[in-house]
T-cell receptor, first 112, second 111 residues
Framework: DAMVIQNPRYQVTQFGKPVTLSCSQTLNHNVMYWYQQKSSQAPKLLFHYYDKDFNNEADTPDNFQSRRPNTSFCFLDIRSPGLGDAAMYLC???????????FGPGTRLTVT | AQRVTQPEKLLSVFKGAPVELKCNYSYSGSPELFWYVQYSRQRLQLLLRHISRESIKGFTADLNKGETSFHLKKPFAQEEDSAMYYCALSGPTSGTYKYIFGTGTRLKVLA
């Protein structure tokens, strides 16, 4: 009965090779978030969607993009992954922006 | 600047001892405050939020607006409380919402 699902759980990509991470939710929440978490660091918000409205964080590199084709799905695209992009990527949802978030298990990205 | 500060990276206590995980925040406005927990090999999950004023797994947290703190407390620690704890806030800013996590405190409860 997982409510926020991320696929794949582990992803290996080559330097510069585009990669897409997937998130889906069964909660029908309005908001979906993408976070990057590096070892021993706090989750860092990359961007979020409120319904179809995209909100990018000011310091999110242009290399990172997102799509939300419908309420249930959200994708994180990394156009040209660098070694510094190796991290755990967390997807989360919330009913409204000010409410608590529900997290997926994360996708661990390795860049070779 | 908007930030959440958790001054302790690691906190070790003995089973049965009281626990206090510190969280201070800096935010111009009235944010919502949360504590999230991540047990070993599990996903990040909500522990409690200040607006509900509830106690979860024996943990409580009081929002002190004067001191801009939201410390997490439990009177008697259990081994199963060992986990990573994150304090977080959300609040409106420039037409959208900001969600900021602290750097986390790892709690180890020793037998």
């Amino acid at each position: 009965d997982a409510m926020v699902i991320q696929n794949p759980r582990y992803q290996v990509t080559q330097f510069g090779k585009p990669v897409t991470l997937s998130c889906s939710q069964t909660l029908n929440h309005n908001v979906m978030y993408w976070y990057q978490q590096k070892s021993s660091q706090a989750p860092k918000l990359l961007f979020h969607y409120y319904d179809k409205d995209f909100n990018n964080e000011a310091d999110t590199p242009d290399n990172f993009q997102s799509r939300r084709p419908n309420t249930s799905f959200c994708f994180l695209d990394i156009r040209s992954p660098g070694l510094g992009d190796a991290a755990m990527y967390l997807c989360a949802t919330s009913r409204e922006q000010r409410y608590e978030q529900y997290f997926g298990p994360g996708t661990r990205l390795t860049v070779t | 600047a908007q930030r959440v500060t958790q001054p302790e990276k690691l906190l070790s206590v003995f089973k049965g001892a009281p626990v206090e995980l510190k969280c201070n925040y800096s935010y111009s406005g009235s944010p919502e405050l949360f504590w999230y927990v991540q047990y070993s090999r599990q996903r990040l999950q909500l522990l409690l939020r200040h607006i509900s004023r509830e106690s979860i797994k024996g943990f409580t947290a009081d929002l002190n607006k004067g001191e801009t703190s939201f410390h997490l407390k439990k009177p008697f620690a259990q081994e199963e409380d060992s986990a990573m704890y994150y304090c977080a806030l959300s609040g409106p800013t420039s037409g959208t919402y900001k969600y900021i996590f602290g750097t986390g405190t790892r709690l180890k409860v020793l037998a």
